[in-house]
T-cell receptor, first 115, second 114 residues
């Protein structure tokens, strides 16, 4: 149980284009979704927290106009990388809290390559 | 803001030896602490978590960790390393002040030698 399906698993896009990443909670309602970015051989950095029906809260240094997060329903949260550039190439992972015992489930990640 | 510090970005042990990966945390409110493992090109797998119950937490694959409030530590141990334990290990903390977002340490790469 408590599965988050993340798509696409990998994407290559041209510089200047936008890419949308989707995370769907398949068997539970994800009130809150966390978005992370992981550069090669580095840790996961929290980018933003999104709550269903409200604006996302971005971490310091994350450009909210570049990384658009939408959490319009309890089962879908999306991250759109707008006007992508090569430096945005990274591994993006979503995560949701599950249950009341501090469980977290993670999407399988999206590897974005901007060329 | 809460944070975790993992001492040692790389740790090398011999097969059969004790594994000790260090994690210290900082939090102004009671923390919840986690250890995750990540194998190459894979997602995160939860090893164990501390959520204010028993301070000695046992996890999967023979790993355990002890929450020591006085030392603000949550070190991960395993009595005998297997070759299959070679991976990247992340300590993470969450608390009410962070909206329960997980904040990860920089990670420790564990190498197991024959």
């Amino acid at each position: 149980g408590a599965v988050v399906s993340q798509h696409p698993s990998w994407v290559i896009c041209k510089s200047g284009t936008s890419v949308k990443i989707e995370c769907r909670s398949l068997d539970f309602q994800a009130t809150t979704m966390f978005w992370y970015r992981q550069f090669p051989k580095q840790s996961l950095m929290l980018m933003a927290t999104s709550n269903e029906g409200s604006k996302a809260t971005y971490e310091q240094g994350v450009e909210k106009d570049k990384f658009l997060i939408n959490h319009a329903s309890l089962t879908l949260s999306t991250l759109t990388v707008t006007s992508a550039h090569p430096e945005d190439s990274s591994f993006y992972i979503c995560s949701a809290r599950v249950g009341t015992n501090y469980g977290y489930t993670f999407g399988s990640g999206t590897r974005l390559t901007v060329v | 803001a809460q944070s975790v510090t993992q001492l040692g970005s790389h740790v090398s042990v011999s097969e059969g030896a004790l594994v000790l990966l260090r994690c210290n945390y900082s939090s102004s409110v009671p923390p919840y602490l986690f250890w995750y493992v990540q194998y190459p090109n894979q997602g995160l797998q939860l090893l164990l978590k501390y959520t204010s119950a028993a301070t000695l937490v046992k996890g999967i694959n023979g790993f355990e960790a002890e929450f020591k409030k006085s030392e603000t530590s949550f070190h991960l141990t395993k009595p005998s390393a297997h070759m299959s334990d070679a991976a990247e290990y992340f300590c993470a903390v969450s608390d009410s002040n962070s909206g329960y977002a997980l904040n990860f340490g920089k990670g420790t790469s564990l190498l197991v030698t024959p």
